[in-house]
């Protein structure tokens, strides 16, 4: 007798596999600065360590979109146990700045096979808007796992607990979706033509999708780049930096949980917009306010990067379908690149502000303060440039509606 396809297992695996992205980021962010002090490291080596994350992502991404089909997202999901696993381990027994950025790099790539199986599958699973739900709620994830993991992060580090603790955490979501997905059918492509590398490469060459391609480069840096560094900018702000971690990452989770809704009226485009809108308005709050008003950014902040990420991968499978798995693994691949490359960039705008204003006398908080304001200041470039490019795809995306509904007439 055939084994029929288990949707609600197969979708939850997904989501405690993501869970475990989720605490690789939050607690790693909470560890940062006990890292730190601990290896006697600069924030430009802190930031190069956190690139390791955001590297090893797009390359399994990508090297998993491309053998999706061939390999199956079973298999992908195995790698991902494994590299997790290995990540998890030798991040404990690190010993110093090399060990950590191998250990962080293994982490990447478990994260990179949980995206580039999951996406597609639950693409395969679903269709039209029941596709769009699902996949904010297996994103809502991501954020709710760093919600999770960012109190469990403070917890732990207010009583004193080690780093090395808060790292063995990770073993428990890793073990949870490795035994859901245990001897379990899944499912096949819906879409004619997808499994076709060459028809997928011929998808992924269209001006929309090269256009998308931009966008999600830019809309990741915009919602990991405050994020992955809210201990170090925030932390002289008058605010508690894991608990504005998991505000955001709160309502995050809680804004995907009730996408659907909201997608089917604004349309993914008119989502976008949105977002960006909110987020340049959240990163400037955070660059000139202080004290509980950080906490209303937080809010702002959380409300514009909520929806870009699930609803990106979503567009591509929605409008650029024939691209499938290797479009949205590589659509997702190129936004963790592009936070791989920001994150020492970043690290050395807080060192370089750091050094300009000792030299003008501030010390203690009143210098972290200042240094990272000064960095979230450049950070408003990525959402500002993120409004013009979704107001073109606005109008572009009407035009050449109104085009199909003449040329139908």
């Avoid at 962010?29 to 290896?39: H, K, S, V």
């Avoid at 080596?45 to 199956?72: A, D, R, T």
């Avoid at 790292?167 to 035994?179: A, D, G, H, K, R």
Wanted: aromatic share 12%.
């Amino acid at each position: 007798m055939e084994q029929t396809i288990n949707k609600s297992v197969l979708f939850n695996g997904s989501c405690f596999a993501l869970i475990t992205t989720a605490f690789s980021f939050s607690i790693r962010a909470g560890i940062l600065p006990q890292l730190g002090d601990e290896f006697g490291l600069s924030a430009e080596q802190l930031g190069f360590i956190n690139s390791m994350w955001f590297l090893g992502m797009p390359i399994s991404m990508i090297i998993g979109g491309l053998v999706y089909h061939n390999f199956g997202p079973k298999n992908i999901m195995r790698v991902a146990f494994v590299a997790h696993t290995l990540g998890i381990i030798l991040t404990i027994y690190a010993g110093g700045y090399t060990g950590l950025l191998i250990s962080t790099l293994f982490i990447g790539f478990g994260n990179g096979c949980t995206e580039a199986a999951c996406n597609p599958m639950i693409a395969d699973m679903y269709s039209g808007v029941k596709m769009n739900k699902m996949l904010n709620r297996f994103h809502m994830w991501f954020p709710g796992g760093i919600f999770l993991g960012a109190l469990i992060s403070k917890f732990m580090t207010d009583f004193d607990l080690s780093w090395q603790m808060q790292m063995w955490l990770l073993m428990v979501p890793t073990l949870i979706y490795i035994i859901l997905f245990y001897g379990k059918k899944f499912p096949v492509p819906q879409v004619e033509g997808a499994t076709s590398l060459k028809k997928n490469f011929k998808a992924m060459l269209s001006p929309l999708y090269i256009f998308l391609f931009v966008c999600m480069a830019l809309t990741a840096i915009t919602e990991f780049g405050p994020n992955q560094w809210v201990t170090i900018i925030l932390g002289s702000s008058g605010a508690e930096p894991m608990i504005i971690l998991a505000l955001t990452t709160g309502l995050m989770a809680v804004g995907r949980f009730f996408a659907g809704p909201i997608v089917g009226r604004l349309g993914q485009t008119g989502v976008l917009l949105c977002s960006a809108i909110l987020a340049a308005i959240g990163i400037y709050m955070f660059s000139t306010t202080t004290g509980p008003m950080a906490y209303v950014a937080a809010v702002i902040f959380a409300l514009g990067v909520c929806y870009f990420w699930p609803v990106m991968v979503g567009s591509v499978a929605q409008k650029v379908p024939l691209s499938s798995a290797l479009g949205m693994s590589v659509i997702g691949g190129v936004g963790m690149f592009s936070t791989a490359i920001f994150q020492p960039v970043i690290g050395s705008w807080i060192d370089s502000s750091r050094e300009i204003n000792r030299i003008e006398g501030l010390t203690g908080d009143a210098l972290e303060l200042t240094a990272g304001q000064d960095t979230l200041e450049k950070m408003i470039i990525f959402p500002a440039i993120l409004i013009v490019l979704f107001l073109i795809l606005f109008f572009w995306q009407k035009n050449s509606k109104r085009t199909k509904e003449m040329a139908i007439d």
